[in-house]
T-cell receptor, first 117, second 114 residues
Framework: ETGVTQTPRHLVMGMTNKKSLKCEQH?????MYWYKQSAKKPLELMFV???????ENNSVPSRFSPECPNSSHLFLHLHTLQPEDSALYLC????????????????FGAGSRLTVL | DQQVKQNSPSLSVQEGRISILNCDYT??????FLWYKKYPAEGPTFLIS?????DKNEDGRFTVFLNKSAKHLSLHIVPSQPGDSAVYFC?????????????FGQGTELSVKP
């Protein structure tokens, strides 16, 4: 397995469910990201972890809870979501976060398509 | 307020012709710009980038132009091929040296007709 792998690829959940999205990278990168892509909108940065430490939380509601147990794995725990949270959730990684501009090309996973009923 | 804008949601081009995708930005602190390509059911993949110290970067059929005074960049694809049909996102970074914090535009869907 190479690159950035996300599971599950598709998830349907009710508003009272608790589920998790998983991301794994095999690139030896030190920074990992969660992005949200809603229809007709730009990709929105949600969270950044650099060397397992959260460095960015882009005013994301607490019903989204990230977890980064090590530099290769990133989770997004979901609970009591709303229908407007339905979107494509993309995980990405890069060599580092606070490097010089240009040194941080992000490699994305294929995404997890979430539908909240 | 959207700092990176792609005002054309879609573009249709004939095979062999030039495709020009445009992107505007508002933040003068951006110093690095990237283009990503996304096929359906796949994640975005890096295509080409340009630093603010340059005004042009070329990689095969792909050329990115940067006009800092106009806060505008464009991606030229010559010649366009049907396999280039995808959604193209421009992105910018460089605020306070946070190189990994990419700010994306909303994307332009390119369709190349055979």
């Amino acid at each position: 397995e190479t690159g950035v792998t996300q599971t599950p690829r598709h998830l349907v959940m009710g508003m009272t469910n608790k589920k998790s999205l998983k991301c794994e990278q095999h690139l030896g990168h030190n920074a990992m990201y969660w992005y949200k892509q809603s229809a007709k909108k730009p990709l929105e940065l949600m969270f950044v972890y650099n060397f397992k430490e959260q460095t960015e939380n882009n005013s994301v509601p607490s019903r989204f809870s990230p977890e980064c147990p090590n530099s290769s794995h990133l989770f997004l725990h979901l609970h009591t979501l709303q229908p407007e949270d339905s979107a494509l959730y993309l995980c990405a990684s890069s060599q580092d976060f606070r490097g010089a501009s240009g040194a941080n090309v992000l490699t994305f996973g294929a995404g997890s398509r979430l539908t909240v009923l | 307020d959207q700092q990176v804008k792609q005002n054309s949601p879609s573009l249709s081009v004939q095979e062999g012709r030039i495709s020009i995708l445009n992107c505007d930005y508002t933040n003068s602190m951006f110093d690095y710009f990237l283009w990503y390509k996304k096929y359906p059911a796949e994640g975005p993949t890096f295509l080409i980038s340009i630093s603010s110290i340059k005004d042009k970067n070329e990689d095969g059929r792909f050329t990115v132009f940067l006009n800092k005074s106009a806060k505008h960049l464009s991606l030229h694809i010559v010649p366009s091929q049907p396999g280039d049909s995808a959604v193209y996102f421009c992105a910018a970074s460089g605020i306070n040296n946070q190189g990994g914090k990419l700010i994306f535009g909303q994307g332009t869907e390119l369709s190349v007709k055979p």
